[in-house]
């Protein structure tokens, strides 16, 4: 008996090694079934997993101890570790891993050079155009993307043509109009070539660690790792005079190298540590350059190889980031601790930019950039008495961003420069002559937090415990050196009270209950921080009189960039200038192509007042030994009173339930519902500039009717056109509401049924739907108001906003495996998975053929699939 | 912490326990020889009266419970302060130092360290990647259907349930941190960094919400909206955005077979496309470089 309870103990206290190897068979190839797991593709794939363990045993005089470890090793997610020390003396880890993430296996290109940073169009590629019109020809082919799909290409179109016979007609169109897009549709459409995008990211680490004595110590750690593959990105090119979209196969070739060091002092009633952390970042991508696939001839379906326009992104800069840090923490009593914090970095960037013929002013070559970040925490933590806890604490971190700042000029997305005639250099312009169409400043954004809190944990009883808490938090943003503030916010303070109570009612049931009540607040709302990136704001136009400049018009007339908002008035002088036709601040008067400003009452939510509810519930009910339930209620809501437009409120509510039964001993069974609610709610609206116009080509608009609106009361398109500005009717208001449900059962089985199997099963569907609901809408005239059209002939009709259709996913996984003891070293395992998601989303739609204009279609599918994986492997132990 | 004849006057300490509790018991007690508290050569091991306390009225009367119980289901269960101060004797300080866990979220919430770890055993749940997160979310429960969803970092077990290829403490610290919620690094944005370096700049054009925090916009566990985002473009977009074109109503008449590509009915379909903005990718068709642009003419976020 003895020599048996000591072989029991020698097999209890031995680590066991372990080998598996086998094969699986995948059933279909599916990304994003596959999409971390390295089962996307169909076919078989090996199986292979060790777990090597060795050194001294546990009663040995020796602590050397090893272990190397591998998994999925037939598979691209595959991964090996492995460690050896003498514990309490040093420890030496090395690390492997190798992650895959799909992106999409129905994407489609025709750029040619996919997986390089240098794209081309295919030769014979041909701009695609529809059959259309203009104001002067009503015979022409149109730039679009849609005419790839012939039907939309060649369909009937209006005669735009002001001053044809036909005007506002519909039009057949002609054989050479048609003969063009076929021809386009012809040689381009079979140019598009599916390219699966999926990215890898290597992992390697090295470590160790090493105890001089048993105070002090060191430990570091070294993390190179490297990124590659392909991914979706949207560009913008506007040679066409339009922006157009290319959704390019964007090449991703990335190292980062972390590195972690640490000095460590132990002792009995305190901690110390002094650390140095980095991570250099290295983009090994220049840039991506691809061909404009909307240059070059439309009318005739001319060859437009070798004209197309090249365009340019950036790539992602390398950059660096340092940092050095201390902690400590003491013991003033077994109930007293305090606890510090504290580490500065330094964060840099310096890559070269990349400018071109669009980039005329660039005044250094690099940013030179450099990010301070400073943090500190202090806590204290006592216990004056059993029953009560006390934990103080304050924190500040302060991102100081000391980036200098300059002006750039440039023109939009490949556009070529044009000067802007208001703003030419002399003794009034300080910042010289505006030569594109931009002339922005970067602003070098700074954050800095104070935080402070208190908490107290009181027991009621031996079972009952309440809790409370105060905490302030106060954030100051700014920018280094900007001409006037870049912060929407410059001041937030936040105060936060907590009240929690926790309960073991009975041997049986314990409760939790808390509530977070949270008021943000923002003194100085700032809706005049944009001028920030415009600099020219602040100086004076060559048509300005008396020196004004678009700034001091704005602070004279207490105005924002939005402009008046009285209704319509015919505005003279400088007003007229930087605010035509009761319009918002002219984008040319502060350098720059688009309307940036932002609508008076838009308060950006993550800077603006909010009140905030948080409620967290929780139950556990241990009904018998075997049976046990969990549940819990959580609920968050922010609302932002002071937002007129924007996120006006966010509700999230999410409800679980649990069950966990014993069938047996060595048998057990789990299963849950959630439910999760998230609403987001904003304001928006679609409003224009205020005008004059009192007639649309045709006709009086004093005369002409409107029609589809029932919220402004207007009856003519002149009133329309002078209220545009205040039309209720362009309020806009949008609910988006996700709905999860998700349900689980997990079975576990050790030896079930006194066999020699050991069984998990693992179910779990998803059922996600995702509605938004929009209410309000816009005016559209109506086309096919011309010369002759009859007087009663509505004149723009009020386009309802409606609902987006639903949006859906429903994931299902079943997951099997046993593993069959064929002896007592060896095992068979089986295993059986099931992937099923079905998708719905509207957003592919513009992604297809013949959907939208500027946009070169991609093709990319929502995502389906149903895939079956068997694997089958030996398991030897030892 | 090696010494010759360690592992022996420790291992006759424990001799006291193992008498009754020896390798036969259907608990796995012996297996914690197979582990880090277990090897008996590191005089820093703990003994089982250490952790348990020297527990004399359960040797007296094994119908009692031992000074420190940490079985959960046990009706001997102690207090989690108690059980934690076990623990603490050796981590607050001397091994593997947890300093900030007082006052941590967990500890002021009655979380032990025995509710997450059970050290008698050689591969611990909460130690493995593939397996860390079942323990997470056993409190966790929003979490747990999140990585399900259709966007999520790859937390949950999914085909041959061998592997997860992150797991929370990647960059959560569930015994204390300076960060927000139990975050590794000081900031969210830091924490972010270590995994998307590329994302931290600092660049030439930066995007306020961006620097400010990384949950601005997005919701790290799991979300409906792809890419990890609250909400869809473009009325993500929308939320801070309502100058220029970023003012527009974007509904269903805005797409393909819309209201305003057919107003009326009479408009016809090769003469206007759905609004680009609503479709595909919507904003992000252009403003691609939303988490910051290098190039000078990059401002937009479109170079």
Same mark, same amino acid.
């Given at each position: 008996?003895?020599?048996?309870?000591?072989?029991?103990?020698?097999?209890?206290?031995?680590?066991?090694?372990?080998?598996?190897?086998?094969?699986?068979?995948?059933?279909?190839?599916?990304?994003?079934?596959?999409?971390?797991?390295?089962?996307?593709?169909?076919?078989?794939?090996?199986?292979?997993?060790?777990?090597?363990?060795?050194?001294?045993?546990?009663?040995?005089?020796?602590?050397?101890?090893?272990?190397?470890?591998?998994?999925?090793?037939?598979?691209?997610?595959?991964?090996?570790?492995?460690?050896?020390?003498?514990?309490?003396?040093?420890?030496?880890?090395?690390?492997?891993?190798?992650?895959?993430?799909?992106?999409?296996?129905?994407?489609?290109?025709?750029?040619?050079?996919?997986?390089?940073?240098?794209?081309?169009?295919?030769?014979?590629?041909?701009?695609?155009?529809?059959?259309?019109?203009?104001?002067?020809?009503?015979?022409?082919?149109?730039?679009?993307?849609?005419?790839?799909?012939?039907?939309?290409?060649?369909?009937?179109?209006?005669?735009?043509?002001?001053?044809?016979?036909?005007?506002?007609?519909?039009?057949?169109?002609?054989?050479?109009?048609?003969?063009?897009?076929?021809?386009?549709?012809?040689?381009?459409?079979?140019?598009?070539?599916?390219?699966?995008?999926?990215?890898?990211?290597?992992?390697?680490?090295?470590?160790?660690?090493?105890?001089?004595?048993?105070?002090?110590?060191?430990?570091?750690?070294?993390?190179?790792?490297?990124?590659?593959?392909?991914?979706?990105?949207?560009?913008?090119?506007?040679?066409?005079?339009?922006?157009?979209?290319?959704?390019?196969?964007?090449?991703?070739?990335?190292?980062?190298?972390?590195?972690?060091?640490?000095?460590?002092?132990?002792?009995?009633?305190?901690?110390?540590?002094?650390?140095?952390?980095?991570?250099?970042?290295?983009?090994?991508?220049?840039?991506?350059?691809?061909?404009?696939?909307?240059?070059?001839?439309?009318?005739?379906?001319?060859?437009?190889?070798?004209?197309?326009?090249?365009?340019?992104?950036?790539?992602?800069?390398?950059?660096?980031?340092?940092?050095?840090?201390?902690?400590?923490?003491?013991?003033?009593?077994?109930?007293?601790?305090?606890?510090?914090?504290?580490?500065?970095?330094?964060?840099?960037?310096?890559?070269?930019?990349?400018?071109?013929?669009?980039?005329?002013?660039?005044?250094?070559?690099?940013?030179?950039?450099?990010?301070?970040?400073?943090?500190?925490?202090?806590?204290?933590?006592?216990?004056?008495?059993?029953?009560?806890?006390?934990?103080?604490?304050?924190?500040?971190?302060?991102?100081?961003?000391?980036?200098?700042?300059?002006?750039?000029?440039?023109?939009?997305?490949?556009?070529?420069?044009?000067?802007?005639?208001?703003?030419? +250099?002399?003794?009034? %312009?300080?910042?010289?002559?505006?030569?594109?169409? !931009? #002339?922005? /400043? @970067?602003?070098? =954004?700074?954050?800095?937090?104070?935080?402070?809190?208190?908490?107290?944990?009181?027991?009621?009883?031996?079972?009952?415990?309440?809790?409370?808490?105060?905490?302030?938090?106060?954030?100051?943003?700014?920018?280094?050196?900007?001409?006037?503030?870049?912060?929407?916010?410059?001041?937030?303070?936040?105060?936060?009270?907590?009240?929690?109570?926790?309960?073991?009612?009975?041997?049986?049931?314990?409760?939790?209950?808390?509530?977070?009540?949270?008021?943000?607040?923002?003194?100085?709302?700032?809706?005049?921080?944009?001028?920030?990136?415009?600099?020219?704001?602040?100086?004076?136009?060559?048509?300005?009189?008396?020196?004004?400049?678009?700034?001091?018009?704005?602070?004279?007339?207490?105005?924002?960039?939005?402009?008046?908002?009285?209704?319509?008035? +015919?505005?003279?002088? %400088?007003?007229?200038?930087?605010?035509?036709?009761? !319009? #918002?601040? /002219? @984008?040319?008067? =502060?350098?720059?192509?688009?309307?940036?400003?932002?609508?008076?009452?838009?308060?950006?939510?993550?800077?603006?007042?909010?009140?905030?509810?948080?409620?967290?519930?929780?139950?556990?009910?241990?009904?018998?030994?075997?049976?046990?339930?969990?549940?819990?209620?959580?609920?968050?809501?922010?609302?932002?009173?002071?937002?007129?437009?924007?996120?006006?409120?966010?509700?999230?509510?999410?409800?679980?339930?649990?069950?966990?039964?014993?069938?047996?001993?060595?048998?057990?069974?789990?299963?849950?519902?959630?439910?999760?609610?998230?609403?987001?709610?904003?304001?928006?609206?679609?409003?224009?500039?205020?005008?004059?116009?009192?007639?649309?080509?045709?006709?009086?608009?004093?005369?002409?009717?409107?029609?589809?609106?029932?919220?402004?009361?207007?009856?003519?398109?002149?009133?329309?056109?002078?209220?545009?500005?205040?039309?209720?009717?362009?309020?806009?208001?949008?609910?988006?509401?996700?709905?999860?449900?998700?349900?689980?059962?997990?079975?576990?089985?050790?030896?079930?049924?006194?066999?020699?199997?050991?069984?998990?099963?693992?179910?779990?569907?998803?059922?996600?739907?995702?509605?938004?609901?929009?209410?309000?809408?816009?005016?559209?005239?109506?086309?096919?108001?011309?010369?002759?059209?009859?007087?009663?002939?509505?004149?723009?009709?009020?386009?309802?906003?409606?609902?987006?259709?639903?949006?859906?996913?429903?994931?299902?996984?079943?997951?099997?495996?046993?593993?069959?003891?064929?002896?007592?070293?060896?095992?068979?395992?089986?295993?059986?998975?099931?992937?099923?998601?079905?998708?719905?989303?509207?957003?592919?739609?513009?992604?297809?053929?013949?959907?939208?204009?500027?946009?070169?279609?991609?093709?990319?599918?929502?995502?389906?699939?149903?895939?079956?994986?068997?694997?089958?492997?030996?398991?030897?132990?030892? | 912490?090696?010494?010759?004849?360690?592992?022996?006057?420790?291992?006759?300490?424990?001799?006291?326990?193992?008498?009754?509790?020896?390798?036969?018991?259907?608990?796995?007690?012996?297996?914690?020889?197979?582990?880090?508290?277990?090897?008996?050569?590191?005089?820093?091991?703990?003994?089982?009266?250490?952790?348990?306390?020297?527990?004399?009225?359960?040797?007296?009367?094994?119908?009692?419970?031992?000074?420190?119980?940490?079985?959960?289901?046990?009706?001997?269960?102690?207090?989690?302060?108690?059980?934690?101060?076990?623990?603490?004797?050796?981590?607050?300080?001397?091994?593997?130092?947890?300093?900030?866990?007082?006052?941590?979220?967990?500890?002021?919430?009655?979380?032990?360290?025995?509710?997450?770890?059970?050290?008698?055993?050689?591969?611990?749940?909460?130690?493995?990647?593939?397996?860390?997160?079942?323990?997470?979310?056993?409190?966790?429960?929003?979490?747990?259907?999140?990585?399900?969803?259709?966007?999520?970092?790859?937390?949950?077990?999914?085909?041959?349930?061998?592997?997860?290829?992150?797991?929370?403490?990647?960059?959560?610290?569930?015994?204390?941190?300076?960060?927000?919620?139990?975050?590794?690094?000081?900031?969210?944005?830091?924490?972010?960094?270590?995994?998307?370096?590329?994302?931290?700049?600092?660049?030439?054009?930066?995007?306020?919400?961006?620097?400010?925090?990384?949950?601005?916009?997005?919701?790290?566990?799991?979300?409906?909206?792809?890419?990890?985002?609250?909400?869809?473009?473009?009325?993500?977009?929308?939320?801070?955005?309502?100058?220029?074109?970023?003012?527009?109503?974007?509904?269903?008449?805005?797409?393909?077979?819309?209201?305003?590509?057919?107003?009326?009915?009479?408009?016809?379909?090769?003469?206007?496309?759905?609004?680009?903005?609503?479709?595909?990718?919507?904003?992000?068709?252009?403003?691609?470089?939303?988490?910051?642009?290098?190039?000078?003419?990059?401002?937009?976020?479109?170079?």
């Amino acid at each position: 008996a003895h020599t048996a309870a000591a072989q029991t103990a020698q097999e209890a206290t031995k680590p066991i090694s372990a080998v598996e190897f086998g094969g699986t068979d995948v059933s279909d190839g599916a990304y994003k079934a596959g999409e971390y797991n390295g089962l996307q593709n169909k076919g078989g794939l090996g199986i292979g997993h060790f777990d090597l363990r060795g050194g001294a045993a546990y009663n040995d005089d020796s602590a050397l101890r090893w272990r190397i470890k591998g998994a999925d090793l037939g598979l691209d997610t595959r991964s090996l570790s492995g460690e050896v020390g003498a514990q309490g003396v040093f420890r030496f880890n090395f690390g492997f891993d190798q992650l895959r993430r799909n992106r999409s296996d129905s994407y489609q290109t025709p750029l040619q050079g996919a997986g390089s940073n240098v794209l081309t169009l295919p030769g014979g590629w041909q701009v695609p155009t529809i059959a259309g019109s203009t104001a002067t020809n009503n015979v022409v082919n149109v730039l679009s993307a849609r005419g790839l799909l012939t039907t939309i290409g060649t369909a009937r179109y209006i005669n735009t043509q002001t001053n044809s016979a036909t005007f506002t007609g519909l039009l057949t169109p002609t054989a050479g109009q048609i003969s063009s897009v076929s021809a386009a549709s012809l040689t381009d459409v079979p140019a598009f070539q599916n390219y699966n995008l999926h990215t890898t990211r290597t992992k390697f680490d090295l470590a160790f660690d090493y105890s001089f004595d048993p105070r002090w110590g060191v430990s570091g750690e070294f993390r190179p790792e490297h990124k590659d593959g392909v991914k979706p990105m949207g560009t913008v090119s506007r040679n066409t005079g339009g922006d157009i979209s290319t959704i390019i196969p964007d090449v991703v070739d990335t190292n980062t190298y972390q590195t972690d060091m640490r000095v460590n002092f132990r002792g009995a009633k305190g901690f110390a540590q002094a650390a140095y952390y980095g991570s250099i970042f290295k983009n090994n991508v220049p840039f991506m350059q691809w061909q404009n696939w909307a240059t070059g001839p439309t009318a005739t379906g001319a060859i437009n190889f070798g004209t197309a326009v090249v365009n340019t992104m950036s790539s992602t800069p390398g950059n660096q980031f340092h940092q050095f840090s201390g902690s400590g923490g003491f013991n003033f009593s077994p109930t007293a601790k305090l606890v510090v914090n504290g580490s500065v970095a330094r964060n840099t960037q310096n890559d070269s930019f990349l400018a071109d013929s669009t980039t005329p002013v660039v005044p250094v070559s690099s940013l030179n950039g450099l990010v301070i970040n400073q943090s500190f925490t202090v806590k204290f933590n006592a216990r004056p008495a059993k029953k009560l806890s006390l934990t103080a604490g304050y924190k500040y971190d302060n991102r100081d961003n000391r980036t200098a700042v300059h002006v750039f000029q440039y023109s939009d997305a490949g556009e070529a420069p044009a000067a802007n005639t208001s703003f030419v +250099a002399g003794p009034s %312009n300080p910042l010289g002559a505006v030569l594109a169409q !931009n #002339a922005n /400043a @970067n602003r070098a =954004y700074s954050k800095k937090t104070n935080q402070a809190n208190g908490e107290a944990d009181f027991a009621l009883s031996s079972r009952q415990w309440l809790k409370g808490s105060y905490e302030y938090e106060r954030n100051n943003r700014d920018c280094y050196s900007s001409w006037i503030s870049c912060a929407d916010a410059a001041i937030t303070n936040e105060h936060s009270l907590r009240a929690e109570y926790r309960a073991t009612l009975s041997d049986d049931l314990t409760v939790r209950v808390g509530y977070t009540y949270s008021a943000r607040r923002t003194p100085n709302y700032n809706e005049n921080a944009f001028l920030a990136l415009v600099p020219y704001t602040n100086v004076s136009p060559a048509a300005a009189t008396g020196g004004a400049t678009a700034y001091s018009v704005m602070v004279a007339n207490g105005w924002t960039g939005w402009g008046p908002a009285s209704g319509y008035a +015919a505005t003279t002088g %400088n007003m007229n200038m930087f605010f035509p036709s009761n !319009n #918002a601040l /002219a @984008n040319a008067m =502060y350098g720059n192509l688009n309307r940036i400003s932002e609508l008076p009452g838009m308060r950006r939510y993550y800077a603006a007042d909010r009140n905030r509810d948080k409620i967290r519930t929780s139950a556990t009910w241990q009904a018998t030994d075997e049976l046990s339930f969990q549940g819990n209620v959580d609920y968050n809501k922010d609302h932002y009173a002071d937002a007129i437009y924007g996120l006006q409120d966010t509700n999230t509510w999410a409800a679980n339930v649990e069950g966990m039964y014993a069938v047996a001993t060595d048998l057990s069974l789990s299963v849950f519902y959630t439910y999760e609610d998230l609403t987001a709610g904003s304001a928006g609206n679609t409003y224009t500039a205020n005008s004059n116009t009192a007639t649309l080509t045709g006709a009086l608009a004093t005369t002409i009717g409107l029609s589809g609106n029932s919220c402004d009361g207007f009856t003519t398109l002149q009133q329309r056109n002078n209220n545009n500005k205040l039309d209720p009717c362009l309020n806009w208001f949008t609910d988006r509401i996700d709905k999860v449900n998700s349900a689980g059962v997990t079975l576990m089985g050790k030896e079930a049924w006194d066999t020699k199997l050991d069984l998990t099963g693992n179910f779990i569907v998803t059922r996600a739907r995702s509605d938004n609901t929009v209410t309000g809408g816009n005016w559209a005239n109506n086309l096919l108001m011309g010369p002759g059209a009859a007087p009663t002939t509505t004149a723009a009709y009020f386009i309802a906003a409606s609902a987006l259709p639903t949006v859906s996913t429903d994931t299902y996984e079943l997951r099997l495996n046993g593993r069959y003891a064929v002896t007592k070293t060896q095992a068979l395992h089986l295993a059986y998975t099931y992937m099923r998601m079905t998708s719905v989303d509207w957003m592919y739609e513009g992604m297809q053929f013949g959907s939208l204009s500027g946009i070169l279609p991609s093709n990319e599918q929502p995502f389906n699939y149903s895939v079956h994986v068997f694997g089958v492997s030996y398991v030897l132990s030892f | 912490a090696q010494q010759v004849g360690t592992a022996k006057a420790l291992l006759d300490k424990d001799f006291v326990c193992t008498t009754c509790h020896d390798a036969s018991s259907p608990k796995k007690i012996f297996s914690i020889y197979q582990t880090r508290h277990g090897n008996r050569a590191d005089a820093r091991a703990p003994g089982c009266m250490d952790c348990h306390g020297p527990s004399d009225k359960h040797i007296k009367d094994p119908g009692t419970g031992t000074d420190v119980v940490f079985t959960a289901k046990s009706k001997h269960l102690s207090a989690a302060d108690d059980r934690n101060a076990s623990c603490l004797k050796c981590h607050d300080s001397k091994v593997l130092p947890r300093t900030n866990w007082m006052g941590s979220q967990h500890q002021a919430r009655g979380v032990a360290c025995s509710d997450c770890h059970n050290i008698h055993v050689p591969d611990q749940k909460v130690m493995s990647k593939a397996t860390q997160a079942e323990v997470c979310f056993t409190c966790h429960k929003a979490q747990r259907v999140q990585t399900r969803r259709i966007s999520s970092h790859p937390l949950a077990v999914t085909g041959l349930g061998t592997t997860a290829k992150m797991s929370c403490s990647d960059c959560h610290n569930p015994h204390g941190a300076t960060g927000p919620t139990l975050l590794v690094k000081n900031t969210v944005n830091e924490t972010c960094s270590t995994c998307h370096a590329e994302k931290r700049g600092p660049f030439l054009w930066e995007h306020a919400p961006v620097v400010d925090s990384c949950v601005n916009c997005h919701t790290p566990h799991g979300s409906a909206n792809a890419p990890l985002l609250k909400t869809r473009v473009p009325w993500l977009c929308q939320d801070c955005h309502s100058g220029d074109h970023g003012n527009q109503v974007n509904s269903a008449a805005n797409l393909l077979g819309g209201n305003v590509t057919t107003v009326n009915g009479q408009q016809q379909l090769g003469a206007a496309a759905p609004r680009a903005q609503t479709g595909a990718r919507a904003c992000l068709n252009c403003h691609v470089l939303v988490h910051g642009s290098n190039h000078p003419a990059g401002a937009k976020f479109q170079r």
